[in-house]
Each structure stands twice: as C-alpha cells, then as structure tokens.
C-alpha cells in the first residue's frame, strides 16, 4: 500500500539559509499535518491542511510557511534557519472517510549548522 | 488545554513477559486515541486506532483499551519479544476528524532476550 512520502530524507543547512520539504500523502487522503520532533522530544504540531485549505496551527514559528498544492503534495518553507531548528520533521496524512487513521511519512532529518 | 502523560517513561522486562503501557489525558472529549511506535531516528508506525464509541482494539500480540470518562488509555503487549524494544506513543485527537493529534512523551521499551 502507498504510503507517505517525504523528501529529502536528509538535510543539512547553514545558520540563515533557507529549506524547503516536501511531503507526499497517502492518495485520497484529505488532510495533511506538519509535526516537529527534537531531540529525546515528542512531536510537536506545526501546521495541517484539509483539502487545500489550513485548517490547524500549532507552534510554527513565523520564519515558517506551508502549503498544499492542487495535486494535494504539501510544503513547508523555512528560512533564516537557526541551529535550534535541526529536528525530524513528520508529515501525516488522514482521511476523514476512513476513520482519519494518521500514518506518518518518515520524516526529513535537518541539521542546521 | 489537551495534555497526555505516559507512564512509565522507560521499561526493561525480559522476554516473554507481558507488559502494559499506560496513557492519560486530561480533556475527555476526544474524537480518537492512536498507539504508534517509534524506532530510534525513524518514523512513526500506526498500531492501533481507537474511536471514542469503542472500548478496545486488538490487533496480533497487541491490545488498547480506552475508558474516555476516566482519560485512561492502555497499551497491553502480550509475549514480549527483544523486536518490540521501542518508543510506543500515545496520542488523542480532541475534536473533529481533521483536527491535530496531540502526542504523549512516550514510553521506551526495551526487551531483554
């Protein structure tokens, strides 16, 4: 079964660059979220999306920024990225038609230096 | 605010054992309860989903019960085997199919052969 997709795998950046993810959702998925994961830490909602639209924000900082596109992939913009930034990032996909079971994509590793 | 706490934060047991993990929330009024699992620097895997109208689901050596009036969620984990050794997370959706899951510490699991 498809699953969802999130490139890249890996990322490092410098302090101040900018970087951008990409998540992939299950198809015929409805909603996708954004989540954070430090170090030791448990995810931390940033942003979802519900048929294209933002529906939920969590603790995103303004440096920030996400969208879905028409074919439903979805991406989260950072710039001026500081070191405290280097985390997993998860993206998660549910469909409200299916019992909006998550599954979680395998996360993008950012290590900013 | 929804919080939810796991207890213990890490368990040892020996194989074979069968063991349970614990999670509690603090608002009652979830829409759902997920278990997943999560290995060292890797995505989240599904286990089990609970809607709020069910009691329990089981899925293989794998058992969650939910008592939504008390915030009370268990994870039971039958005939443990050193391929369970984990992070197993808690997480509830408080309201609404699309809104965001809110995740727990976890609880890390290691099984001794």
């Known amino acids: 079964a498809a699953g969802v997709i999130q490139s890249p795998r890996h990322l490092i950046k410098e302090k101040r660059e900018t970087a951008t993810l990409k998540c992939y959702p299950i198809p015929r998925h409805d909603t996708v979220y954004w989540y954070q994961q430090g170090p030791g830490q448990d995810p931390q909602f940033l942003i979802s999306f519900y048929e294209k639209m933002q529906s939920d924000k969590g603790s995103i900082p303004d440096r920030f920024s996400a969208q879905q596109f028409s074919d439903y992939h979805s991406e989260l913009n950072m710039s001026s990225l500081e070191l405290g930034d280097s985390a997993l990032y998860f993206c998660a996909s549910s469909a409200l038609q299916r019992g909006t079971e998550a599954f979680f994509g395998q996360g993008t590793r950012l290590t900013v230096v | 605010k929804q919080e939810v706490t796991q207890i213990p934060a890490a368990l040892s047991v020996p194989e074979g054992e069968n063991l349970v993990l614990n999670c509690s929330f603090t608002?009652?009024?979830?829409?759902?309860l997920q278990w997943f699992r999560q290995d060292p620097g890797k995505g989240l895997t599904s286990l089990l989903l609970i809607q709020s109208s069910q009691r329990e689901q089981t899925s293989g050596r794998l058992n969650a019960s939910l008592d939504k009036s008390s915030g009370r969620s268990t994870l039971y984990i039958a005939a443990s085997q050193p391929g369970d050794s984990a992070t197993y997370l808690c997480a509830v959706r408080t309201s609404g199919g699309n809104t965001p899951l809110v995740f727990g510490k976890g609880t890390r699991l290691s099984v001794i052969a």
């Open positions: 608002d009652s009024a979830i829409y759902n």
